[in-house]
């Protein structure tokens, strides 16, 4: 399924990968995964990764969707030592340009005292280990929290179109992640990162209902 937005088609081939189409052609792909894509597309000119799990970082799922000249940018923390691709770096928390595309970069965690946490009561993602990103395309604003609690400095980040985890138990929940979606104050919400496995099933269709009541426009793509 495709949505668009604003000259933007979005596409999510499955969990938190997500390949976004500009007008004018350029192809964006967000955490690609192996185990979601459809053989070996090779269309990307540009890779952003948000953080070193392995449905998040696949060097093999890189390769598959790089286009001849693709461009890999990635949270500074990850070892991309076995990607073929020279690799920009993304900060913690900052500002970038990456081919033309003005990036800024948000901390993305689990509260170490909430419900995301194992056995042992660490977050499973812990502070420093993954990133958000928004992204400026063609005028539209596009964010990507990746995998996190909703958090407080998240209250100061808006966007025209919002991608958020919504399947708990790694990340935020669905009703955390409608909290997270109100804050923003965005046009279209694209929830990914829920039913692929048994621990983050969820109600999508809840979910949307939840933020359509408030006039907000979800697709579940």
């Known amino acids: 399924m495709t949505v668009t ?29 192996g185990e979601v894509l459809a053989g070996e597309p090779a269309d990307g000119d540009v890779v952003f990764v948000t953080h070193d799990d392995m449905d998040h970082y696949d060097a093999a799922a890189i390769e598959a969707v790089a286009g001849p000249d693709v461009t890999v940018a990635a949270y500074e923390e ?3 030592d076995d990607l073929a691709f020279d690799v920009v ?3 913690y928390e900052g500002e970038a340009t990456v ?8 901390p993305a965690y689990n509260d170490p005292t909430g419900d995301h946490v194992d056995e042992d009561g660490k977050p ?3 502070d420093g280990e993954v990133i958000g990103v ?15 609690d909703f958090l407080p400095h998240h209250e100061s980040v808006t966007a025209d179109v919002f991608v958020p985890p919504i399947g708990g138990h790694f990340t ?5 992640a409608a909290a997270f979606a109100r804050s923003v104050e965005p046009e279209l919400v694209l ?5 692929t496995f048994d621990p983050i099933e969820t109600d999508a269709e809840a979910f949307a209902d939840d933020l359509e009541a408030d006039g907000i426009r979800v697709e579940l793509f």
């Open 78 to 80: 990850i070892d991309t």
């Open 89 to 91: 770096d993304l900060p």
């Open 134 to 148: 928004v992204l400026a395309l063609e005028g539209t604003t596009v964010f990507f929290p990746s995998d996190t």
């Open 5 to 33: 937005y604003e000259g933007l088609e979005f596409e999510r081939p499955g969990h938190a990968s997500v390949r976004i189409e500009t007008d004018d052609g350029t192809v964006i792909y967000v955490d690609p995964w």
């Open 124 to 126: 499973f993602h812990a």
């Open 172 to 176: 935020m929940d669905r009703h955390e």
């Open 191 to 195: 929830p990914e990162h829920y039913d």
């Open 99 to 106: 081919d033309g595309i003005d990036v800024r970069t948000v």
